[in-house]
């Protein structure tokens, strides 16, 4: 489908913070202080499972500059993200579940005072047996993280099961089954997070650097005992999430307390350390693919299982878990599923929601064995790709209803970027290329927890001067969402972006959106934004409309000009006509809601992986090989993404850039390590390593435009799909440049080494010469 | 404790500085320059980067102390009164921005460069930029920012 053309919408525009962040003017969370304003600091666990016998405070409380110190007693009440795994408290009660795990905290004068306090503080524990490995995990009854868990430490089982599975391995030519693993990663966002409270006159006001300020603004009700009109939160600029901010950590409740509790406000400012500690990114996950296919390459039946290490506590895991087997009935059409998978406990900090969540490392495995069996088969695996893909306007066999799709386009775009028929399997021997799909939802259909409201609001109001306002609760966190909302706002209204201005992520003056998760913001804040802007543009119309005696129908809005019959002569403009509006009967303002459609089907489950939309993407490696080494150095990699249609190129293009950055580097080189014992083997940056500028190739985009009848002006995700086929894409490409497979993530030199020793043994591979 | 005399975008500063203080610290909390990020205080972030006498520095592995005399510039140093700095139009042009708060570190290490040179290569940008990280952009709009803003110094 080819898109209208548009006067805002596709063109490349500049942030409208852009300017404030490169003068040094944005005001992170750390950025900002009040007159009286404590530092808190938090004492954390060092034992990985310990019975806390006694916390004595006396010391700290007696040493001078000190003014509170909190315990967990204080704050009994649980938490977390999900309504189903409530299982946290602010800092720890009874017992401690990970090293790092907080468990008392002080606010003092300044930083010094406030570490010198920690010192002070007494914690007697009494240490338990620890497990660090989920499938001893699942099966040891004898050591309980949680004592809610009914058969050993298994959080959840999910089994699922659509369609004829047994005939269609029966029916298939060719049945292979195989085990992956990949291991935990984390955010790594570069600010750290920061929590800044103010309790004044019975109101409680925090600043923090949250990617959900609504589920936050309920978590500090229920937490705190305080109703939800006597809390305020506000986002402040968010120095990147990734989902890593996404769910209410333990620094905002405390902050806020010590607050309350002293009448002073208090700031919280996470170490690099506890960043990585507080973690809730990518699950690591033992996975097993079972794939049957016909002679021709066609799908016939696919049997996933897995096996998800949830850290300690429940996190987003409940919906990880479902998300891993769900969204692996797309991008290829699997005619017969079945889905088993356990999240469990084990004594590490909690896994969560990573960009791309859920369905990155299952991606992995799949993309992985669908080339395994067109090897085994001798079919091209871009043909085999193709072959497979899901079609626009489809239902899944999950129930998953696909509305735009071109993921055909986007295998074929990479596969001609990158010279796909002319050099796959026809490179010199450690040279080669390799390719992935992928998709991912826009935004969950459901809330995570059930309420009949729209799950963005958008409020725009007009000043005499021309200007609008639009108030969301979205939080922008670096993605560009209120730039987002001005090109829509501008678009709708017919008038430039820079006439408007953008309120945002702060819950007394901005109308609820569910939060930055899910790739949801620009399909749903979007749509929201769309029809609050056709609200108002309608009521300046309108009374235009009433002044000209015109038909309001023949009116539009144009570059700030309203157009029309009969008002050549003299030209109205956009701020004309809101005083004209105005002056009717008080401010101009417009309202939209968004919610989602009624989707899915109706198993237990079937709430997880529906979506309004979904964005489809294919990714293209060249990688070069070290045949002495094992080294692998991605020379391009090419990242196509169904996007729908692209508001701002520029921001669209960043996400898929950094997105396909985050997956080069899981592949390459993160891996969330926790060592025997509990200790995390990777605290700092210099240990746990993000791709640098040198570690990089110039990736390069191609955004695809499907063009979605429910998204605005056409528009789906691309912040998080795009993630998901950079893991598979390079490691196909190393099978294509040496001949091994790599069955673990991240991938190593000494792995590589092993396999192609391994593989020499075997047979005698050519060297240097082009492979048949 | 330590009287210190300094230069901080321009402007004389003075005042008394303990032995342990960092430069981050000083320009942060003493003198309220919150465009300095402090991303781990460990230097492997690089969102701390000023310039020392027009060198790139982590500001958090400097001890205050040993600034005595010299010149630092800041990020709120960088755009004069008419409007931003040519690598700062280039980074707002092309997208090199999302969340912003590697931001900072990157104008002023990449100012640094193409005052030595205006027109380095795609992978001379990357080497120079390699102590600063992003986490939001994979460093590609990053690139072609430095690489346009050279075009604006006499080659």
């Given amino acids: 489908m080819k898109r209208e053309p548009r006067r805002w919408v596709g063109r490349p525009l500049r942030r409208l913070d852009g300017a404030t962040k490169l003068r040094g003017d944005a005001l992170f969370t750390d950025d900002l202080r009040l007159p009286g304003m404590l530092v808190g600091k938090m004492l954390r666990s060092p034992h990985a499972h310990a019975r806390i016998l006694s916390i004595d405070t006396a010391n700290a409380e007696a040493l001078a500059g000190v003014k509170a110190v909190a315990v967990g007693e204080e704050m009994p009440v649980r938490y977390g993200i999900l309504p189903r795994a409530e299982d946290e408290t602010a800092l720890a009660v009874g017992k401690v579940r990970y090293v790092g795990e907080p468990v008392a905290a002080v606010a003092a004068i300044d930083e010094a005072t406030a570490l010198a306090a920690l010192d002070l503080i007494d914690v007697r524990y009494d240490p338990l047996p620890a497990i660090f490995d989920p499938r001893e995990a699942m099966t040891r009854e004898d050591v309980k993280i949680h004592a809610e868990t009914k058969v050993a430490n298994i959080e959840r089982q999910a089994s699922l099961l659509f369609g004829d599975v047994e005939g269609g391995f029966a029916a298939a030519d060719h049945v292979r089954e195989d085990t992956f693993f990949k291991a935990a990663a984390t955010h790594a966002p570069i600010e750290t997070h920061a929590a800044l409270a103010q309790y004044s006159g019975g109101k409680l006001t925090l600043w923090s650097s949250t990617q959900v300020p609504h589920y936050l603004h309920r978590a500090l009700a229920k937490v705190l005992e305080l109703p939800m009109e006597r809390i305020r939160v506000i986002k402040p600029f968010l120095g990147g999430g990734f989902g890593g901010k996404g769910e209410p950590f333990s620094l905002e409740f405390v902050a806020s307390h010590l607050a309350r509790k002293t009448g002073r406000p208090v700031k919280i400012v996470h170490t690099r350390e506890e960043v990585f500690l507080s973690h809730r990114g990518r699950h690591p996950m033992h996975m097993t693919v079972k794939l049957g296919v016909k002679a021709d390459g066609t799908i016939t039946a696919l049997h996933f299982r897995n096996i998800l290490d949830g850290g300690c506590y429940g996190s987003y895991g409940l919906v990880t878990l479902y998300y891993s087997g769900q969204l692996l009935t797309c991008p290829y059409v699997i005619p017969a599923y079945r889905f088993d998978g356990f999240r469990v406990h084990t004594n590490k900090p909690p896994s969560g929601a990573q960009r791309g969540h859920g369905g990155v490392s299952p991606r992995y495995a799949i993309d992985v064995q669908l080339d395994r069996v067109a090897e085994d088969l001798g079919i091209d695996p871009l043909e085999i790709r193709l072959r497979n893909a899901v079609q626009p306007d489809s239902v899944t066999v999950n129930d998953l209803r696909i509305t735009s799709c071109a993921f055909s386009e986007c295998l074929e775009q990479v596969g001609s970027a990158i010279s796909w028929k002319e050099r796959r399997g026809k490179l010199p021997r450690g040279r080669g290329v390799g390719m992935a799909g992928g998709c991912y939802l826009s935004g969950a259909g459901k809330a995570i927890y059930f309420n009949p409201m729209p799950h963005s609001s958008v409020r725009i109001t007009a000043d005499r001067g021309g200007g609008v306002t639009v108030f969301s609760g979205a939080a922008d966190i670096g993605q560009g969402s209120d730039t987002m909302l001005a090109v829509v706002a501008a678009e709708t209204l017919g008038i430039a972006p820079s006439m408007v201005t953008v309120v945002s992520a702060d819950t007394d003056t901005t109308p609820v959106d569910l939060g930055t998760y899910s790739s949801r913001v620009t399909f749903m804040a979007g749509n929201a934004c769309l029809e609050a802007a056709t609200q108002l543009r309608d009521v300046l119309l309108a009374a235009v409309a009433e002044e000209l005696e015109v038909h309001v129908d023949t009116l539009e809005i144009r570059d700030g000009v309203i157009d029309g019959p009969g008002i050549d002569a003299d030209p109205l403009t956009f701020a004309d006509a809101i005083v004209l509006a105005e002056s009717r009967g008080g401010p101009v303002n417009g309202v939209g809601g968004y919610t989602p459609p009624e989707l899915g089907g109706s198993y237990r489950g079937a709430g997880v992986g529906p979506s309004a939309a979904y964005s489809f993407s294919a990714h293209a490696a060249e990688v070069e090989v070290d045949l002495e080494t094992g080294h692998v150095e991605v020379v391009r990699l090419i990242a196509s993404h169904d996007l729908g249609v692209a508001l701002n190129p520029l921001a669209a293009e960043g996400q898929v850039e950094g997105g396909a950055s985050m997956g080069l580097g899981e592949t390459l080189m993160e891996d969330y390590e926790v060592l025997e014992g509990g200790q995390l083997a990777c605290p700092s940056l210099l240990e746990y390593r993000i791709p640098t500028a040198v570690d990089l190739p110039d990736l390069e985009t191609i955004l695809v435009e499907s063009v979605d009848p429910e998204g605005p002006y056409g528009a789906k995700e691309c912040g998080e799909g795009s993630v998901h086929p950079t893991i598979p894409a390079v490691v196909n490409a190393v099978y294509d440049a040496v001949g091994v497979w790599l069955h673990e993530v991240p991938i190593s030199p000494e792995t590589i080494l092993a396999l192609m020793k391994k593989d020499q043994t075997r047979r005698v591979a050519p060297r240097g010469a082009t492979r048949p | ?155």
């Fill in chain 2, 1 to 155: 404790m330590k009287l210190l005399r300094l230069t901080v975008n321009g402007d004389p500063v003075e005042l008394g500085v303990r032995d342990e203080e960092t430069l981050l610290q000083v320009l942060r909390e003493r003198l309220g320059l919150t465009g300095t990020k402090q991303g781990c205080d460990l230097g492997d972030c690089g969102s701390c980067t000023v310039l020392l006498d027009g060198e790139p520095v982590l500001s958090c592995l400097v001890l205050a102390a040993t600034v005595e005399g010299r010149s630092v510039e800041t990020i709120e140093g960088v755009a004069g009164a008419d409007g931003l700095h040519p690598v700062q139009e280039a980074f707002d042009e092309v997208g090199a921005v999302q969340c912003g708060f590697c931001t900072p570190g990157m104008v002023l290490a990449s100012k640094a460069l193409l005052e030595k040179d205006p027109r380095p290569s795609r992978s001379e940008i990357r080497r120079a930029l390699s102590g600063n990280l992003c986490r939001c952009t994979g460093y590609v709009k990053i690139v072609d920012a430095v690489e346009r803003a050279g075009k604006a110094y006499p080659a």
